[in-house]
């Protein structure tokens, strides 16, 4: 049986998770640099990032934003889209090698509209060292819980722990 995903109603400002890691490689780099045509010397020319900068090459600072957005388990059942990505900052530099994870905490919600609402999450990348190497507000759209005339789990599925949130247990998004 498929557990109950976390619905806004039973969200609570300061529930948080921490994501598994992720390893930035060669190819994420030259890849995202392919993709984006941002080539600059910095991620893309080894003698000229070893001279220059950061003392070697480096990932993008979108690409590691988006890994952020990757690696926090998203549960399509309850999460409908991204409204806005506010207030990046870029602390350090993620080299090639290094392992960056993400730690997310429910910093705000609002009600939408009946079937669902606003929830804006604190992202907090780390490294491999536990430095922050960048942060962010993410604001995505979430499914508010089904009304019973609207397909919603009964008896036992519908059950959850009382008093407990859904991300106590670090199922932030799944």
């Given at each position: 049986?498929?557990?109950?995903?976390?619905?806004?109603?039973?969200?609570?400002?300061?529930?948080?998770?921490?994501?598994?890691?992720?390893?930035?490689?060669?190819?994420?780099?030259?890849?995202?640099?392919?993709?984006?045509?941002?080539?600059?010397?910095?991620?893309?020319?080894?003698?000229?990032?070893?001279?220059?900068?950061?003392?070697?090459?480096?990932?993008?600072?979108?690409?590691?934003?988006?890994?952020?957005?990757?690696?926090?388990?998203?549960?399509?059942?309850?999460?409908?889209?991204?409204?806005?990505?506010?207030?990046?900052?870029?602390?350090?530099?993620?080299?090639?090698?290094?392992?960056?994870?993400?730690?997310?905490?429910?910093?705000?919600?609002?009600?939408?509209?009946?079937?669902?609402?606003?929830?804006?999450?604190?992202?907090?990348?780390?490294?491999?060292?536990?430095?922050?190497?960048?942060?962010?507000?993410?604001?995505?759209?979430?499914?508010?819980e089904p009304g019973p005339d609207e397909g919603a789990a009964t008896g036992a599925e519908a059950e959850e722990e009382p008093g407990v949130?859904?991300?106590?247990?670090?199922?932030?998004?799944?």
């Amino acid at each position: 049986m498929r557990e109950a995903p976390p619905y806004f109603d039973s969200l609570r400002i300061g529930d948080s998770m921490e994501s598994s890691g992720r390893t930035v490689t060669e190819f994420d780099v030259v890849s995202f640099a392919a993709l984006t045509g941002d080539w600059h010397p910095q991620h893309a020319d080894a003698a000229w990032a070893a001279r220059n900068g950061f003392g070697r090459r480096i990932a993008h600072g979108m690409l590691v934003l988006s890994y952020a957005l990757g690696l926090l388990p998203i549960d399509p059942r309850v999460v409908v889209a991204l409204r806005s990505m506010d207030r990046a900052v870029l602390k350090r530099p993620v080299a090639i090698g290094d392992s960056i994870r993400v730690r997310a905490q429910v910093a705000e919600k609002r009600t939408l509209d009946p079937g669902t609402g606003l929830v804006t999450l604190a992202i907090r990348i780390v490294n491999q060292g536990d430095a922050l190497v960048a942060r962010f507000e993410m604001t995505v759209i979430w499914r508010r819980e089904p009304g019973p005339d609207e397909g919603a789990a009964t008896g036992a599925e519908a059950e959850e722990e009382p008093g407990v949130s859904p991300l106590q247990d670090g199922r932030l998004l799944a």
